[in-house]
């Protein structure tokens, strides 16, 4: 025989605590999540218990849905229980098209943090040379453009660093908010 317990002011503590419960439980079993690089696909660490998401090498996979959506998937999962501070770290050397598209949905995804008074910072690495052509504050709101068109509507607050690299060593930095 089931029992229903009727919805009141009396069990309304006992319901918080389920709850409670099952959302630690949620928390506990949602964990990181890491792709090793091969020569086609980025090294892919998801952090959730610092906030860091890292991609790094070249990103140039044959089939670039099986490497970002389950990473899509994470970030989905993510931005419902986010940390104050979000780094999403984008050294990719070279990327393909459809890893482009990838990256504007995760971006897309993570513009929905839900808090204002949390941060997203995108740091963007470049080569040296790269870097050195942004003459101006222009220069680097030309570069951007695709960035904060994504990015415009966020509702946590953002920011962009744009690293200078040499041999993958930062030579220098700027920051950039939106």
Known sequence: MTKVFPLSATNSKFEADIFKYFRQKMNSAFSNYSLEQT????????????GELILSGKS??????????????WVRSYVLNAKPITNLRLNLEYFNTASMMWLSRILS????????????????????????????????????????????????????KLYATNNSEVIKDALVFI
Not at 62 to 70: F, L, M, Q, V
Request: hydrophobic share 35%; proline share 10%.
């Open 39 to 50: 020569p086609k696909t980025p090294q892919i660490d998801l952090n959730q218990n610092s």
């Open 60 to 73: 140039i996979p044959e089939n670039a849905a099986r490497i970002y959506e389950p990473v899509l998937d």
């Open 109 to 160: 995804v993570l513009k929905k943090i839900q808090d204002p008074e949390y941060i997203l910072y995108v740091h963007l690495y470049m080569p040296v040379e790269e870097y050195d052509e942004m003459n101006d504050i222009e220069d680097i709101k030309d570069a951007l453009i695709p960035v904060r068109d994504i990015l415009q509507d966020a509702t946590p607050c953002v920011g962009i």
